[in-house]
């Protein structure tokens, strides 16, 4: 009997483990996107007993010059990111990812030659700091606005440029991703969205890219934005979690019901492609704790839908 009853258990307990693991929900760690600027130690802390993990670093188009130049010499910029680094650790938050400079002029797609070189040279200037507060991934917009007609000349540029950050971001061991667009029609006034604004497009030119050049998925730039997380999969490397409708720049909080994403369905396709990065808000936001009891709530609303 004692033998049988051990066989039973033997038999029993691979799959009760089976079904508690088929059951389990994604748990992610928590971030959100903090300007360089506002990187104080007191912050911090604040953030990291509300539970907050994670920063992405964005801001760092004001250490930029109008003719691409730093505001500062390199030696400071990298005196300026060790002082953050000492900071981070001492508040025991982790930088995620970084958010790279764009604008009009900082524009990786850029038809004039010359200019590409110049916006490469001062991303590249800028990493070499940034390497020093330890971020994981390296976040790039595809570009800015464009002219019209010229989307086929500006998405060959687009592809030479990643090609050349690739080489270097994934030599010092970090991931490199680029990030979909906000593009619900091709014009807006007298310009074009900018690339990477429908889901087709993206994998149009992901298929140009390096293989291992990975997605940001943008989820205030795209309606549905389960269908760019399902199209890429496990390309996908980080997200910026807001709300909206796919037609503005409105990056509501998702907990506040003015966007419309199906949050459910969202957190669904992140657990069928085993998203494995961190859940990154972008957002408008009054306090962190605000963020962390979002997430919370998301995920209670996802466990009681998914059961």
């Not at 989820?219 to 490397?237: D, S, W, Y």
């Not at 998203?275 to 306090?287: A, I, L, R």
Request: aromatic letters at 8%; proline letters at 3%; glycine letters at 4%.
């Amino acid at each position: 009997m004692k033998r049988l009853i051990y066989i039973l258990c033997c038999c029993l307990i691979p799959i009760y483990s089976f079904c508690q693991k088929s059951d389990r929900q994604a748990n992610y760690a928590v971030g959100y996107s903090l300007d360089i600027k506002k990187i104080d130690l007191e912050k911090l802390r604040i953030d990291k007993q509300a539970g907050m993990d994670y920063i992405e670093i964005a801001g760092l188009g004001s250490f930029v010059n109008a003719d691409l130049t730093l505001k500062i010499t390199e030696t400071d910029w990298i005196r300026k990111c060790d002082s953050l680094a000492l900071i981070l650790k001492n508040a025991q938050i982790k930088v995620w990812s970084v958010h790279m400079p764009f604008s009009s002029k900082i524009d990786i797609s850029t038809l004039d030659e010359e200019t590409r070189k110049q916006v490469i040279r001062m991303h590249l200037q800028l990493l070499q700091g940034l390497r020093r507060l330890d971020p994981q991934v390296i976040l790039f917009h595809p570009s800015y606005y464009l002219e019209p007609n010229k989307r086929s000349e500006r998405k060959d540029q687009l592809v030479r440029s990643v090609q050349e950050l690739y080489t270097k971001v994934s030599k010092a061991g970090l991931q490199l991703v680029i990030e979909n667009m906000l593009g619900p029609a091709l014009m807006v006034g007298e310009r074009e969205r900018p690339l990477l604004r429908t889901v087709e497009e993206c994998q149009e030119l992901f298929a140009r890219f390096p293989k291992m050049v990975g997605i940001a998925v943008d989820m205030n730039h795209i309606a549905h934005p389960e269908k760019l997380l399902l199209a890429f999969g496990t390309r996908v490397k980080t997200l910026h979690v807001a709300d909206g409708d796919g037609t503005k720049e409105s990056h509501y909080l998702p907990c506040n019901g003015k966007g419309q994403n199906d949050w459910n369905k969202i957190l669904a396709t992140l657990e069928k492609i085993q998203y494995k990065g961190v859940f990154m808000f972008e957002c408008h936001y009054e306090t962190t704790e605000q963020l962390m009891a979002c997430y919370r709530q998301l995920q209670q609303n996802y466990n009681i839908q998914k059961n």
